[in-house]
């Protein structure tokens, strides 16, 4: 497994908020090796790096899949 710190200085100064670039912490509740992944039809998806999850069928799968709360 690769490991890289955790911290980091990435900022750009003085970018209009419309175009600037934000990294966004993530908290894991639970990670599974890829080949234990899976998808079902109906399910959210989105190409964007980050998004909030509004899609109520999407959080049951996935909270039913990977036992969450």
Known sequence: ????PLEGTYSRPGDDDDIAEWAVPIEWARTVPRDHGFWKPGMFANQNTATKLRSQFTIDQV????DLD
Do not use: I, K, V
Request: no cysteine; aromatic share 12%.
């Open 1 to 4: 497994m690769n490991t890289l």
């Open 63 to 66: 909270s039913d899949a990977f």
